[in-house]
């Protein structure tokens, strides 16, 4: 059942992430801020979840579907309920081993940051506070340009970088400020945590990875509107890329990937105004396709996820479990409704069978939309049954203890009454 879920998760989560890339192309050919997008698509890819997955656990309702009404005769002649489930011992398993699993990379994650937080804090006791170009900053021996501190952010610089060219550094410097005052570390930090708590969604680390981008470009696109020439402050990214490395979690801002940095510089390029619009319309009406696709796509029925359907018992079992399975207690009929039988075949005089197949839920209904009829021998007798199915009551059937859904197959059969026998006393003769 996890296993399933989380593919649905992975997909719905994938056609949202599609959507922040769509509108991403149309904000961009406007050089509009692209972040909102992607922090959008995280907070609902990470929101959907918990939500489906208390969709997915909410008990199905056993109401019945519509009053019934007993026919006087005696109709229904049901053989024992055939139960089958797919409820099985490797299933249990691998639920188990997938949580175990999820909980061990999320712990390990977040401990992966915890100790790299401690490591720079530690290392951070050795640097040295000065001004440079009229910025306030922290001098490190290898570490920066970057953002340093949760609480108390300062703009962190390596000692190399004071012998760079004064334009450079002053454009370097601008570009952390204004990380600083969009608070952008923290966003990201928070958005690391919250993707870490879903670490099997590939989806989720890929949006990480974009919104991570789509600050350094909303951070650009400031540093831009604020005066500094574009050729200019390619070239200090370009500058500054080239002598810092990759350093995990704190990998400076300036030191992105070489295709980040090629995606950047050309974000910096004019713009051709006349055919921006014909594409930004395209852009836009994928993604409200893509969000339509994911708001509608139907959850995996946990009738197919639990169970395995089955024609009849002589046809194939598969991997299912008969009622004479080692530790499954079948479900047993506690209520059944007597199906009310149709007044023209009655009438006529016509005998019939049905051959129904259904889900018995944990509650000890009949799910309304698991109910099927297999075999029939006239149309009129199928919607009798359905109603009967739906309001009577079972024992559930239960596998190691648990209450579990099971699939059962019932064969009811309509016979009319025997015509009565009358007997007439009359005097004798003499």
């Given amino acids: 059942m996890i296993a399933a879920w989380m593919l649905y998760t992975i997909a719905v989560s994938g056609a949202l992430a599609l959507a922040a890339l769509a509108v991403e192309r149309a904000l961009t050919l406007y050089r509009q801020p692209v ?39 005696p109709p229904l002649l049901a053989s024992p309920v055939h139960a089958y489930t797919r409820v099985e011992p490797w299933a249990g398993a691998l639920d188990a081993a997938l949580l175990g699993a999820w909980v061990t990379a999320t712990a390990v994650i977040l401990a992966s940051l915890a100790a790299t937080f401690r490591r720079l804090r530690r290392e951070g006791t050795g640097w040295t506070r000065e001004e440079l170009d009229g910025f306030p900053v922290l001098v490190s021996l290898d570490l920066g340009p970057a953002l ?6 300062s703009i962190v610089v390596p000692r190399w970088f004071r012998d760079l060219p004064a334009e450079t550094r002053k454009l370097a410097l601008l570009h952390e400020r204004e990380h600083l005052r969009a608070g952008d570390i923290r966003l990201l930090v928070f958005c690391l945590v919250a993707v870490a708590l879903v670490p099997w969604n590939p989806v989720m680390w890929w949006v990480l990875r974009r919104l991570r981008a789509a600050v350094e470009m909303d951070c650009d696109y400031r540093v831009l509107v604020g005066g500094a020439n ?6 200090a990214l370009l500058e500054v890329s080239e002598r810092t490395g990759p350093l995990g979690l704190a990998r400076p801002a300036l030191a992105e990937p070489k295709s980040l940095l090629s995606r950047r510089i050309t974000a910096m390029l004019p713009l051709h ?43 194939a079992l598969g991997n299912a479990y008969p009622e004479n399975t080692p530790g499954l207690e079948p ?41 099927e009829i297999l075999e029939t021998s006239h149309g009129a007798f199928e919607t009798p049954v359905r109603n009967a199915i739906a309001g009577a009551v079972f024992r559930p059937g239960r596998l190691a203890g648990k209450a579990v859904r099971v699939q059962v197959q ?13 007997m007439e006393l009359r005097p004798s003769r003499r």
């Fill in 230 to 235: 574009p050729k200019a402050y390619a070239g």
């Fill in 410 to 422: 019932m064969p009811i059969r309509f016979v009319l009454p025997k015509p009565s026998v009358r």
């Fill in 273 to 315: 105004k006349s055919t921006r619009w014909p594409w930004a319309a395209v852009y836009g009406l994928a993604a409200l396709a893509l969000l339509a696709l994911a708001c509608e796509a139907p959850p995996p029925d946990r009738a197919a996820a639990d169970l395995t359907g089955v024609p009849t018992p002589a046809a």
């Fill in 148 to 153: 340093f501190g949760l609480l108390s952010t």
């Fill in 331 to 371: 479900p047993e009929r506690v209520s059944f409704p007597l199906p009310a039988y149709p007044k023209l075949l009655l009438e006529a005089g016509v005998e019939g069978r049905v051959l129904s197949r259904f889900v018995v839920g944990p509650d000890g209904r009949a799910e309304p939309g698991s109910i």
């Fill in 35 to 73: 972040r909102l997008a992607w922090l959008a698509a995280l907070l609902a890819g990470l929101s959907f979840p918990p939500l489906s997955l208390l969709g997915w656990l909410a008990p199905r309702s056993g109401n019945s579907l519509g009053s019934l009404v007993a026919a006087s005769l």
